[in-house]
């Protein structure tokens, strides 16, 4: 569902839905207290209230905060091993240029197999959160093939040829990491820490009483607000190939990789 809805709604469209939906349940909730709950509205039980609330909102803000920077982290992580996979694969291609004409030319056609097989096939499957590894694997056994099959003979053939072995292995442990990250998510313990917690503090706030209608809105509202920001932050940041936010396959189209889409 979460994916579906990064995937489906621009953040402009998420904000107001989120938000918009977080701030209008707000506004109901603060009506229907007022005309059921007099007594309340009077401001006769802010001193508990108040306390409560305050207590509250202090330990949902650490809880929110942890899971935010965590989110963070992950999507900046996700896209610097995105940027090293296709340094490195840029990285063999260079170094193929110290081989055989025909040997340079193997290399690029697996090289740029792999790359239009992550982008193409991969990638969508990722945004779904459900990549399949098996989708890239005849590309990587081929690349792996084109150089079993070659023998090096010269001492600069050797040295790249070790050096091109060397960074397949560091390609191969990037790729894992990225098919490992495009299925991470928040642990179902810290869902219903940030989606209960917003479902139990928002009726908070709708029974400290204030007088005034217009200033009961705006506190009930500048909450429900904050509330409704801090949840859309932490849906976009969840999944870090899905949404507007997510980490795109730009760096596979780039630099020397770029040959293989023109």
């Not at 990491?177 to 009726?203: C, D, S």
């Not at 908070?204 to 949840?231: D, K």
């Amino acid at each position: 569902m979460e994916i579906w809805l990064l995937n489906s709604f621009g953040t402009f469209a998420l904000s107001v839905l989120i938000c918009g939906g977080v701030m209008s349940v707000a506004v109901a909730g603060t009506l229907l207290v007022r005309r059921r709950l007099p007594r309340v509205t009077a401001g006769k039980y802010n001193d508990m209230i108040g306390v409560v609330l305050g207590m509250y909102a202090a330990i949902y803000g650490i809880i929110l905060a942890f899971v935010v920077v965590a989110e963070w982290e992950g999507l900046n992580q996700a896209g610097t091993n995105v940027a090293a996979e296709a340094s490195q694969t840029a990285e063999v291609v260079r170094e193929a240029a110290a081989f055989p004409p025909e040997q340079q030319q193997r290399v690029n056609a697996a090289m740029g197999a792999y790359v239009r097989a992550v982008v193409d096939k991969q990638w969508p499957r990722m945004r779904d959160g459900d990549p399949d590894p098996n989708l890239t694997n005849p590309e990587v056994t081929a690349v792996y093939k084109v150089f079993q099959d070659y023998e090096p003979r010269t001492e600069a053939e050797k040295t790249y040829y070790a050096q091109s072995v060397g960074t397949l292995a560091d390609i191969a442990s990037a790729r894992r990491t990225r098919l490992a990250q495009a299925e991470q998510e928040l642990p179902p313990l810290l869902i219903v820490l940030v989606y209960g917690g917003a479902i139990v503090m928002l009726p908070l706030t709708f029974l400290y009483g204030i007088e005034g209608l217009r200033a009961q809105f705006m506190f009930v509202v500048a909450v429900a607000a904050l509330i409704g920001v801090s949840l859309l932050l932490c849906l976009t940041l969840d999944h870090p190939f899905a949404g507007a936010l997510s980490v795109t396959p730009q760096p596979f189209k780039e630099g020397v990789l770029a040959q293989f889409w023109q």
